[in-house]
């Protein structure tokens, strides 16, 4: 089925551990995004990319990666995870060249830093 | 900061009440579009509105976009329970999609 997958659906880690959120999306959207969302911020936006090789920062990236060498993959790593960094975070694509395209959101991936 | 405002940021009532929930902001959007969230899943797309003014329903909800696009709101009437859900707003800006806080509606039986 066509969509757009997050993995793993829950993780815990340590304080200080790297680890990497997976976003896989079967349209081809050149446009694909990473959110996190907390109580009282809503969904704040970390990185975008707008093709492969091209990723841009958002309004929360400081002790977050991305890359995007396949248009259809963007994980997110946090390589050193610290307690503020638990959240739950959503990838979404993007057809890229309509006003009205929506983002296709996966279901998340909640994360926790102990 | 938020660059775009909701209010209220909780609202339950009664079914068959009438409501509107609001998205403030000081910026101009090309397009804003209003997402349901469930618990447990991502955000799913209600409507956009692209031009200053519009006015679009979608059966009981009816989204209004300010003539200066900066600002737009959700009334819903004749609240049903399955409305509930987390209610979002999301301002485009070049493909820079920034979401308010939300508004949590509650719909009591």
């Known amino acids: 089925d066509a969509g757009i997958t997050q993995s793993p659906r829950y993780k815990i880690t340590e304080t200080g551990r790297q680890v990497t959120l997976m976003c896989h999306q079967t349209?081809?959207?050149?446009?694909m995004f990473w959110y996190r969302q907390d109580l009282g911020h809503g969904l704040r936006l970390i990185y975008y990319?707008?093709?492969?090789?091209?990723?841009d920062k958002g309004e929360v990236p400081d002790g977050y990666v991305v890359s995007r060498s396949k248009t259809e993959n963007f994980p997110l790593t946090l390589e050193s995870a610290t307690r503020s960094q638990t959240s739950v975070y959503f990838c979404?694509?993007?057809?890229?060249?309509?006003?009205?395209?929506?983002?296709?959101f996966g279901n998340g991936t909640r994360l926790t830093v102990t | 900061t938020q660059l775009l405002e909701q209010s209220p940021q909780f609202l339950s009532i009664q079914e068959g009440e009438n409501l509107t929930v609001y998205c403030n902001s000081s910026?101009?959007?090309?397009?804003l579009q209003w997402y349901r969230q469930e618990p447990g899943e991502g955000p799913v797309l209600l409507v956009t509105?692209?031009?200053?003014?519009e006015v679009k329903k979608l059966k009981r909800l009816t989204f209004q976009f300010g003539d200066a696009r900066k600002d737009s709101s959700l009334h819903i009437t004749a609240a049903q329970t399955g409305d509930t859900g987390l209610y979002l707003c999301?301002?485009?800006?070049?493909?820079?999609?920034?979401f308010g806080a939300g508004t949590r509606l509650t719909v009591k039986p």
């Open positions: 979404a694509s993007r057809h890229p060249f309509r006003a009205d395209s929506p983002l296709h």
């Open positions: 349209w081809s959207h050149s446009y």
């Open positions: 990319s707008a093709a492969a090789d091209i990723t």
């Open positions: 910026s101009v959007f090309s397009s």
């Open positions: 509105v692209v031009t200053g003014g």
């Open positions: 999301a301002g485009d800006e070049d493909n820079d999609m920034r």
